[in-house]
């Protein structure tokens, strides 16, 4: 693969991940707004693409020349950054309902805030 399919790669993880963002929010304002059951349902495939995106950034980090290796820390990797990846559509979910119920002038950070800990779990990710 070379740079500039790397580049697409990395941005098309980019954009998926907004998207994931997007529909955790939305889940958040529907939970407000209808029910938090449906609220549940709407991040099931809010959740899928983030873990596409989480595929792709890897493989354009395999392209790029970064073994992935399977370190004896490798299982604490992945935990950690499953972690933080719910953490941060918790937030998301959060940021949706604080969007609807207080209005959007607080829901902005909380997106912000989401979107960084995203970033720090894509960059844990063994």
């Not at 950054?81 to 959007?104: C, D, I, P, R």
């Amino acid at each position: 693969m070379n740079k500039p399919e790397r580049l697409r790669v990395r941005a098309a993880a980019a954009a998926i991940t907004l998207l994931s963002g997007v529909v955790m929010m939305l889940a958040g304002y529907v939970g407000h707004t209808e029910t938090w059951t449906t609220a549940g349902f709407i991040t099931i495939p809010g959740g899928i693409p983030i873990l596409a995106a989480f595929v792709l950034a890897r493989r354009a980090d395999s392209a790029d020349g970064h073994p992935v290796a399977r370190t004896g820390n490798h299982l604490a990797r992945r935990v950690g950054a499953m972690a933080a990846t719910l953490l941060s559509g918790g937030v998301m979910v959060l940021a949706g309902y604080a969007g609807s119920a207080w209005g959007w002038g607080l829901a902005a950070p909380l997106a912000i805030v989401g979107g960084l800990v995203v970033g720090v779990a894509r960059g844990i990710r063994p």
